[in-house]
């Protein structure tokens, strides 16, 4: 399968360094490299694009802008001279984000995730439509999921899982007895785990609502863990709540 590739950055050095890296792995097809957001709404507005790969800081309309206006935005990944900027990624759908300058290795890890996110999308029919309702990425009848780290694959229950917790270029997963350190994103996460038992509830953290004990302004306690709320997402994190049968 070629994956298409969109490449957006005002600097023609970042975008030509990009091409090249792009053009060096058989599965990807490069659709266009353009200068602005603006040019590239465009253009996804004409033609279905696979990988997104944009960069935060631009004039008029900046990488984080031009998601928050696309309808069904591709899989994105965000290229910055900012490392602070690219935080904001955990916010939107953004499978990874990418510091310059960018290592081929870095690169290629990227397209991965962006590759298996899409993959799992086209497995399971999600339409790609996150704005009002999450679908899950998982057969919710199975029980459990199955986690590369530290070369071993280790077998977990949903049940068991008390939340995500984003942690640079990995996530940890929290349960009662471990925590599993795991080379992927929340987003990739987020959108894996079952929608009617899992919520983001900060950019850095999903939970699971079985294991919630208290909920106090804006914490969350889980175990003995304290998490906070964002604000932007309390409204979405209370609802789900109301849907379990608050009283």
Do not use: W
């Amino acid at each position: 399968m070629k994956y298409k590739v969109l490449i957006v950055d005002d600097e023609e050095p970042a975008r030509d360094l990009l091409r090249i890296y792009a053009e060096k792995l058989e599965e990807l097809e490069v659709v266009d490299t353009l200068s602005n957001a603006l040019s590239a709404k465009k253009l996804l507005s004409q033609e279905k694009v696979d990988i997104l790969l944009t960069d935060i800081q631009m004039d008029d309309l900046t990488g984080i802008e031009l998601l928050q206006v696309l309808k069904h935005p591709p899989t994105t990944i965000f290229t910055t001279a900012y490392s602070e900027y690219a935080l904001e990624g955990y916010a939107l759908d953004v499978v990874d984000y990418l510091v310059k300058p960018i290592p081929f290795q870095r690169f290629c890890q990227a397209i991965d995730r962006a590759k298996e996110l899409i993959d799992y999308k086209e497995r399971k029919g999600d339409v790609q439509d996150t704005t009002n309702e999450k679908a899950s990425l998982i057969d919710t009848t199975e029980d459990y999921f199955f986690v590369k780290t530290n070369r071993k694959i280790v077998r977990l229950n949903y049940a068991d899982l008390l939340f995500v917790e984003s942690y640079g270029e990995y996530v940890k997963l929290y349960t009662k007895d471990d925590i599993i350190l795991a080379l992927q994103t929340t987003a990739f996460m987020e959108n894996m785990l079952p929608a009617a038992d899992f919520v983001r509830i900060h950019r850095s953290h999903i939970v699971n609502l079985s294991h919630i004990r208290e909920i106090d302004g804006n914490e969350v306690y889980i175990d003995e863990y304290r998490l906070i709320i964002s604000k932007r997402m309390k409204e979405g994190f209370l609802a789900k709540i109301r849907d379990k049968g608050m009283i």
